[in-house]
């Protein structure tokens, strides 16, 4: 938990029931980060007031399981340390520590395709070239995009 986001941390910190829009951050967040739809629920259980906040839950996660919602629908992974959709695409412009974290992200990303089809990593100086430039996106950096 200490790689969550303070306003997460707080919510599930507090015992109050959950509001309208706690319960669907609470739950986007949940489910981008891999938590299964039974465990957030279980989870989340105890703080919902009545029948109808459990059936906004329910309906949250119908939503975060269709394919045309997943990308509008947006949360902070815990992994990537960024705010992605829940297709896995970055969310909103990147400024400050972000643009670094989304570099970071980028680079790894390129090289583990690298290594995947051609068997090979980058060399430290393309990491170096990547790393100094202004772009965020490493596939288009090394014009594979």
């Not at 051609?118 to 790393?131: A, I, K, T, V």
Request: proline fraction near 2%; charged fraction near 20%; hydrophobic fraction near 30%.
């Amino acid at each position: 938990m200490e790689l969550w986001p303070d306003d997460m941390l707080r919510l599930f910190k507090g015992h109050t029931k959950l509001s309208y829009s706690q319960r669907f951050r609470a739950v986007i967040f949940l489910y981008g980060n891999g938590m299964s739809p039974d465990r957030i629920y279980t989870l989340l259980r105890n703080r919902l007031r009545d029948q109808s906040a459990q059936c906004h839950v329910h309906n949250i996660l119908i939503s975060c399981q269709k394919s045309d919602m997943q990308h509008k629908l947006f949360y902070f992974d815990i992994g990537a340390q960024d705010t992605l959709t829940l297709h896995g695409k970055e969310y909103g412009t990147a400024s400050g520590s972000r643009i670094y974290t989304r570099k970071v992200n980028s680079w790894n990303s390129y090289t583990n395709v690298c290594a995947t089809y051609s068997n090979r990593y980058p060399s430290l100086d393309d990491q170096h070239r990547y790393m100094r430039s202004e772009s965020i996106d490493a596939f288009s950096f090394f014009n594979l995009v």
